[in-house]
């Protein structure tokens, strides 16, 4: 395995781009029509039909009003997200695997390896969020008490200070757990597997000793597409303005599906930079 370029991963990311385009777009066309097809399904079992819109719009609390309401919400997120990373699979398994994969074969794939991935993010939102909720809780009780027993200014701002200093916090962390698991899935796709937390160890094994490296990439490569898209967003935002909704939704869908490849393509890069002396058979007999 050789060791991790910068400027070797941008090329490579932009030339599997260029090549991989259209294979990608299908798959993204094919996760929004599953998108709107759940979406469909949801509102006219739970919540009575495309009313649920005007609801939504108008009073967002009243989906909670009974518990069938609620299950439905709940049910929601955790489906209706699914042809999304069905699609980021069916991508990695397109691009990772260093050979051609019909877009049936990795369409199916993405599907079947959609829900393995999906309880392991789960599992790992969980492994963060419950540490996280507490020490959020332990901030708000604080400057609650605070406000109730008349705290100097100084203490409010000490409060303050350490809550930034947290948030500070959360972004190179979350830098460094997107460098150190983040090739779990092209690794899962290469090997055609469905064993997300094995790929993570894999992609943990890999990334070992270029963590300083791998974070400064990601962060530049999805600066770099955050900003073309929020750049083109803005735009669409105007001529909503000045021209109405269709103009803007002309700018803003393609600046939407072309973040939503670059970002699924970023760990490809990586991957694929740091495998560039092995074969789709030397991948799967070493990862399998």
Aim: glycine share 10%; aromatic share 16%.
């Amino acid at each position: 395995m050789q060791r991790f370029d910068i400027g070797c991963a941008f090329s490579l990311t932009w030339e599997i781009g260029k090549e991989s385009f259209l294979n990608c777009l299908g798959h993204v066309v094919m996760a929004g029509v599953g998108f709107i097809a759940i979406i469909t399904v949801f509102s006219f079992v739970f919540f009575g039909g495309w009313s649920v819109l005007s609801v939504m719009g108008s009073q967002p609390a009243g989906l909670f009003n009974d518990a069938t309401s609620v299950l439905g919400v709940i049910l929601f997120v955790l489906v209706a997200f699914l042809p999304f990373i069905a699609a980021q699979m069916s991508i990695f398994r397109s691009t990772s695997t260093f050979e051609s994969i019909e877009f049936p074969q990795a369409f199916l794939y993405g599907y079947g390896a959609s829900i393995p991935v999906a309880v392991a993010v789960f599992a790992i939102y969980l492994l963060f969020a419950l540490p996280l909720g507490v020490l959020f809780t332990l901030f708000g009780l604080a400057a609650y008490a605070g406000d109730l027993d008349s705290l100097s200014t100084a203490g409010g701002l000490m409060i303050g200070f350490v809550f930034v200093i947290f948030l500070l916090f959360l972004f190179p962390l979350a830098l460094f757990v997107v460098s150190r698991l983040g090739l779990a899935g092209p690794i899962m796709a290469a090997r055609g597997s469905y064993n997300p937390f094995s790929a993570m160890a894999e992609s943990w094994r890999q990334t070992q000793g270029m963590t300083l490296i791998l974070m400064l990439y990601n962060f530049i490569a999805n600066l770099l597409v955050s900003a073309i898209y929020y750049a083109v967003s803005l735009l669409g935002t105007i001529m909503d303005v000045v021209g109405g909704g269709l103009f803007s939704l002309i700018l803003t869908l393609p600046a939407y599906i072309c973040y939503f490849i670059g970002t699924t393509l970023i760990p490809v890069g990586i991957f694929r930079t740091l495998n560039a002396d092995r074969d789709s058979q030397e991948l799967e007999e070493t990862f399998g």
